[in-house]
């Protein structure tokens, strides 16, 4: 198993530095952006696609800095409907499959997508809960017209390429949990499109993210560490679908998610958040998690993922990088 973080939050660094800050906190793996929701600064993709000696000299700074690449991520909505948006991301994820195969990096990060709740609608739609038919219907249109066709032609792209594309499971797509990445994967009729264990995103819903992986078993091809506090005391008064998000305003320049669509500001008092590994769950828990990995793949990568706002971003890599490791020598692995 490699322990390893994934460098989105260090994009205000140059790629040997975030390398020689892995190296420091004594990981042996990163996980580079390629594209969807953020920028990639760490990955030339243009330069990677047209040139084998731009390839071996991208390599060759990950094996001078001791750290394996072990993925590519694509994380972004491939299916949303605004034409700015959408394709992008879609376009972005099959040129991250392209340059994973040539690089020999053989997996993939992204999400599922989530799709308008009708033809011609402009705005991706998520049905939580299908108690009315009509829910129902849009399922149906969400799946069979956009979802189905597009993530075969991904599988398809993925097999030719011997790169596994792996799934974050996260609401607001189609894909959010177990059940419904192996409705994508039967539908599909998938070899090489699997799930991306986050656990941060099953905490809140409810999910113990060990039994999910015993129960994905095989289709668990890749692993994110990021951890969630649960605050039970706002989770009395407003339940999990907390819904207190406000917009942030231009002048305090908001993340830029794709076309005109920015990153809201959580509730000060947030039912659950994103925190570094062992903040919101102990050491026992990702000893556990880690096993449960370690049983379906020896070789796994699961790579850190700071989204902990509590923290700064060297701060939080430092924490989650000494829990995650505690973990992995009390699981014995």
């Not at 590519?72 to 605004?82: I, Q, V």
């Not at 189609?174 to 990445?181: D, E, G, K, Q």
């Not at 649960?230 to 794709?258: K, M, Q, S, W």
């Amino acid at each position: 198993m490699r322990l390893g973080a994934y460098t989105a939050c260090l994009h205000d660094r140059s790629l040997e530095d975030t390398l020689r800050l892995l190296s420091d906190l004594r990981l042996t793996g990163a996980e580079i952006n390629a594209g969807g929701f953020v920028p990639a600064p760490h990955l030339p993709v243009d330069d990677l696609l047209a040139s084998k000696d731009a390839r071996e000299d991208y390599l060759g700074r990950f094996d001078a800095a001791g750290i394996a690449l072990t993925g590519l991520n694509a994380n972004g909505n491939p299916l949303n409907p605004d034409p700015a948006v959408g394709p992008r991301h879609a376009a972005d994820l099959r040129r991250a499959i392209e340059v994973a195969a040539l690089l020999g990096v053989k997996r993939v990060v992204t999400m599922s997508g989530l799709p308008a709740g009708e033809p011609g609608g402009t705005v991706a739609n998520w049905v939580v809960n299908p108690w009315d038919s009509q829910f129902l219907d849009v399922l149906d249109h969400q799946w069979d017209e956009v979802a189905i066709p597009f993530w075969r032609d991904i599988q398809a792209r993925a097999a030719d390429a011997d790169v596994k594309v792996c799934i974050e499971m996260h609401p607001q797509n189609l894909v959010f949990n177990p059940a419904t990445l192996i409705r994508l994967v039967e539908r599909v009729g998938a070899t090489h499109v699997g799930a991306e264990m986050d656990p941060s995103h099953l905490f809140w819903q409810g999910i113990d993210p060990v039994a999910a992986v015993r129960h994905l078993d095989g289709l668990v091809f890749h692993a994110a560490a990021k951890d969630t506090r649960i605050n039970a005391e706002h989770v009395r008064i407003h339940g999990v679908l907390d819904d207190r998000f406000t917009r942030t305003p231009a002048g305090t320049h908001p993340v830029t998610l794709g076309g005109r669509n920015t990153l809201n500001r959580w509730p000060a008092d947030p039912s659950w958040q994103f925190v570094a590994v062992g903040r919101g769950h102990d050491t026992a828990f990702w000893a556990g998690f880690l096993r449960a990995l370690h049983a379906v793949d020896p070789d796994m990568a699961v790579n850190i993922e700071h989204e902990d706002t509590e923290l700064d971003q060297v701060e939080g890599l430092r924490l989650a990088a000494q829990n995650l490791t505690a973990a992995a020598r009390e699981a014995g692995v």
